[in-house]
C-alpha cells in the first residue's frame, strides 16, 4: 500500500536522511518534509530533498495552520524540536516548550484527525540527572567506565532500561520531551492513535550539523578537519565522560521496520541507542579523529561541570532487540569515518557552518 509519511523537522538531521532513505526505499511513498528550517544549515538538505522528490514545506509546528497545509497521511515521523539540552538553560523558555511539547501537541491532534500512526524521537534526556550521576563509575586512562558497585534500578553494564527512576528534574530540554510522551500515551488511549516512543541516546551521522551545545560527535570531526580548537568541558577537563552513539543508517532500519511492524509495538517505549556496540568517551573519540583525519588539534581543559551534563550515558537495547530483533550494526570508527567522508565531499558548502573558532 503507497503510505502519505509527514516528517516534521524534515530538513533536520534525523528528518532528513530519514526522508531520504524512504524515498529511496520506497519509491512510491509519498514524503513530506516539514521544517521552520531554524536550525542552521538545514536549508543545506533542500536539494537533495528535491532530488529524491520529497515535497518541502515550509511550515512552523507551532502554528496549527502550517500544519493544515499538508493535508492527510498515513505516519508521522516527529523529527522536529529544539534538540540543545542547554537550551532554556539561559532563561528563555518560549522557543522551546511552544515547539517540544506545544508542537508535539499540534501534531498529535493533527494525527489524531487523520487517524496516521506516529513515531515520536524522544530522548536518553527523559531519565533525571540526579539518579544517572547514582551509577558507579571507575576511570581508566582515557574513560568513565561501570564499575563492579551495586548499581541503581534500571542500570547494568548493559547501560539504562526503561526501568530507570523517571522523578527529579532532567534539563528543560528532557522535560519538553518527557512531557510530549506524556500526551502521547493520553492520544494513544483517548483516540486509538497508533505509536511507538524511541528514547534515543546520541545519534550521529552525515548530514548532522553538529554545533557546541547539539551534535558532538560532528563537532568533534569538524573541528578535526577544518584545524579549529576544542575544549574538554566538566568532569577536571579530562575528556572522560561517556556517551554511546547511534548510526543515523542503524535508526533508519529501525523506523523501517517499527512503521511496517505498528501493531507489534504499538503504544511501546523503547530505549534505543548505540550502547555497546558503539560508545566514546570524548577522550577516545579524539585519537579516532585524529587517526580519521591526521590532524591533532589543541584541545582546553575546563574544569567546571556543564548544566544537565552527566559523566555517562550507554542505552541497555534489550527491550526493543528482544521485541523487534533490532539492534546496532554500526561501529564508532564507522560513524566517525561516515562523517569524515561527508565532509570531505561537501566541504565547500560544509565549511561555512563548521569553520568556526570556539
Ligand atoms: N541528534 C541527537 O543526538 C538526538 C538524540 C535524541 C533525540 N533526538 C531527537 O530527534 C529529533 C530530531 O533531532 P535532530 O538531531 O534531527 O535535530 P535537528 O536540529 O538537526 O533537526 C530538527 C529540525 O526541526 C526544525 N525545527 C525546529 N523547530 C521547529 C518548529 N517549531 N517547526 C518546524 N520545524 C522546526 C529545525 O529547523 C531542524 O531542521 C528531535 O526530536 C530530537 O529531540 C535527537
Known amino acids: 500500500m503507497a503510505k502519505r509519511i509527514l516528517i516534521t523537522g524534515g530538513c533536520g538531521f534525523v528528518g532528513s536522511n530519514i526522508a531520504i532513505k524512504l524515498a529511496e526505499k520506497y519509491p512510491d511513498y509519498s514524503i513530506i518534509a516539514l521544517d521552520n528550517l531554524k536550525r542552521r544549515g538545514s536549508e543545506l538538505n533542500l536539494s537533495n530533498l528535491a532530488k529524491h522528490k520529497v515535497v518541502f514545506i515550509h511550515g512552523d509546528i507551532r502554528n496549527k495552520e502550517d500544519l493544515q497545509q499538508v493535508g492527510a497521511f498515513d505516519l508521522l515521523i516527529d523529527a522536529a524540536a529544539e534538540p540543545s539540552v542547554l537550551s532554556g538553560s539561559n532563561g528563555s523558555m518560549d522557543y522551546l516548550i511552544n515547539t517540544n511539547l506545544v508542537g508535539t501537541i499540534n501534531c498529535l491532534q493533527l494525527a489524531a484527525e487523520y487517524s496516521a500512526e506516529f513515531i515520536f524521537l524522544s530522548t536518553s534526556r527523559v531519565y533525571p540527572i540526579g539518579h544517572l550521576n547514582k551509577i558507579q563509575l571507575l576511570q581508566n586512562e582515557n574513560r568513565f567506565e561501570v564499575s563492579s558497585d551495586p548499581q541503581p534500578n534500571g542500570f547494568s553494564w548493559e547501560g539504562v532500561s526503561e526501568e530507570f527512576p523517571l522523578e527529579g528534574a532532567r534539563s528543560a530540554y528532557g522535560a519538553t520531551k518527557l512531557m510530549s510522551e506524556l500526551m502521547l500515551q493520553e ?31 560532528v563537532l568533534w570531526m569538524a573541528r578535526h578537519f ?82 544537565a551534563d552527566v559523566p555517562y550515558y550507554l542505552t541497555d537495547n534489550t527491550k526493543i532487540k528482544s521485541t523487534t530483533g533490532w539492534q546496532p550494526k554500526s561501529s564508532m570508527p564507522r560513524i566517525v569515518e561516515d562523517i569524515f567522508e561527508w565532509m570531505k565531499k561537501n566541504e565547500k558548502i560544509l565549511k561555512p557552518i563548521f569553520d568556526i573558532n570556539g
Request: net charge positive.
Open 187 to 217: 492520544y494513544h488511549n483517548l483516540f486509538d492513535i497508533k505509536m511507538v516512543i524511541n528514547r534515543c541516546g546520541v545519534i550521529s551521522g552525515p548530514l548532522q550539523m553538529g554545533k557546541v551545545d547539539q551534535g558532538v560527535i
Open 226 to 307: 577544518w584545524k579549529k580548537q576544542l575544549s574538554y568541558i566538566g568532569y577536571g577537563g579530562l575528556g572522560k565522560q561517556v556517551r554511546d552513539v547511534l548510526h543515523i543508517n542503524d535508526l533508519f532500519e529501525l523506523i523501517d521496520l517499527q512503521m511496517h511492524n505498528m501493531d507489534q509495538i504499538n503504544g511501546q517505549t523503547f530505549n534505543v541507542g548505540g550502547g555497546r556496540k558503539a560508545n566514546t568517551s570524548l577522550k577516545e573519540l579524539t585519537l579516532l579523529c585524529q587517526e580519521v583525519t591526521g590532524n591533532k588539534i589543541p584541545i582546553k581543559p575546563v574544569l567546571e561541570n556543564r548544566y
